[in-house]
């Protein structure tokens, strides 16, 4: 029995895609620790990642199939996943978490390029303890450990039908419950009740987990995006955000909405007009073939001109898949083209006053036929009000 996700194709082709990917790079296999990168390849859905105290490996190398090395602990689980092979050994063993083991898996496969790719480069992280790869590293000899994040995002950055199906299922739900803040939420409520009470119901509507819910509020604007609601009460004038970060089957959504708490300054409603148009001008810009850099720019136009001190955020969006975020970054810095199959979210935001920010988030998928694919249901242009 599998709890697979996808059917097995869906993972033949990621494996394929791979192999082609690591050939054309001239690696001989790639080594996964992460747990987004384990589940792309295998499938595998746990909470046992939030341990630190055991690394996992998934080898692909370049011909043939998968060979999961990973703790005794793990081996039923992985079993019912996506893979081909598995190894284990017993842990937690700190002397030696699979270093032996994954010198001699790695050092019986063919070595037609001397060169094994990791985690290293952008936006990638190794979960195993950087002593242990130093010594895997001295241990595989002449064989070069190098960054296999190219390869890793060359796949993840372009989705196939399924994965952006998950995405859409995520962003409708949490659309939905969006929609319903104002029926509970109002004057004088804190912004962690408020918070509290969308993430129940954002569960309730079928949304698997829900990691990352951000809440500010403040007169006219708030002056951050990023922490959690706070014991704040609700005061009128003031502009609420949520930003969700929710996901179905470990694909995320993320995007904001924006309340208004009875009556709000004629500026602040200016502003949220402007930058809801500059989300407007993302959507429509976003195509196949557009560099990043330059929808970057047609939204910066918009908010430049209705007055703009700064935005500390340093880009207007970025990828999305199974980490909230991913490659690319909407910024002035960034050169990828957009392709079909990149979900990327439009998130355009100005701080039109010290202390005061108002941002837009939404998701869409670039197509063939060159028009966006809007994953959530489109913010009204208008805040929702709070009484």
């Known amino acids: 029995m599998t709890t697979l996700p996808f059917p097995r194709s869906e993972f033949e082709d990621r494996i394929a895609r791979a192999q082609a990917s690591m050939r054309g790079r001239e690696l001989d296999a790639l080594v996964l620790t992460a747990p987004s990168n384990f589940r792309y390849f295998t499938g595998l859905d746990s909470q046992f990642w939030e341990s630190p105290a055991r690394p996992w490996f998934l080898i692909v190398p370049a011909d043939g199939g998968t060979i999961a090395v990973v703790p005794e602990i793990a081996e039923v689980a992985v079993k019912k996943c ?31 390029f001397g060169r094994i790719g990791f985690e290293l480069g952008r936006e990638s992280a190794l979960r195993m303890p950087v002593v242990d790869f130093l010594r895997l590293r001295d241990l595989m000899g002449t064989t070069e450990l190098v960054d296999g994040s190219p390869c890793i995002w060359e796949l993840r950055n372009i989705k196939s039908t399924l994965e952006i199906e998950k995405i859409r299922q995520a962003a409708r739900i949490v659309s939905h419950c969006f929609e319903r803040v104002p029926t509970y939420a109002n004057s004088g409520m804190t912004e962690a009740q408020i918070s509290r009470a969308l993430t129940i119901d954002i569960l309730r509507s079928g949304a698997h987990t829900v990691p990352y819910v951000a809440c500010a509020s403040g007169e006219g604007g708030y002056d951050q995006i990023i922490a959690r609601g706070t014991q704040r009460e609700l005061r009128d004038g003031d502009v609420l955000i949520i930003d969700v970060g929710a996901t179905v089957d470990g694909y995320f959504c993320d995007f904001d909405r924006n309340y208004a708490v009875g009556k709000v300054s004629d500026e602040a409603l200016r502003v949220h007009d402007a930058v809801w148009h500059a989300t407007q001008v993302g959507i429509e810009t976003a195509r196949a073939g557009t560099r990043v ?14 007055g703009m001190r700064g935005n500390n955020a340093g880009r207007l969006g970025h990828g999305l898949g199974l980490q909230v975020t991913e490659p690319p970054s909407n910024s002035a810095a960034d050169d990828a083209v957009l392709e079909p199959g990149m979900v990327i979210t439009i998130e355009p935001g100005m701080e039109y006053q010290e202390g005061k920010l108002i941002v837009h988030e939404e998701n869409i998928a670039i197509t063939e036929d060159g028009f966006a694919d809007v994953l959530t249901i489109r913010a009204p242009r208008e805040m929702w009000r709070l009484s």
Do not use: K, N, Q, Y
């Open 82 to 112: 996506f893979v081909s092979s598995i190894r284990t050994w017993p842990s937690p063993r700190p002397e030696d978490e699979g270093v032996t083991l994954m010198t001699s898996v790695l050092g019986a496969l063919p070595h037609r």
């Open 293 to 306: 850099r330059d929808l970057w720019r047609a939204m910066m136009g918009g908010l430049e001109a209705a």
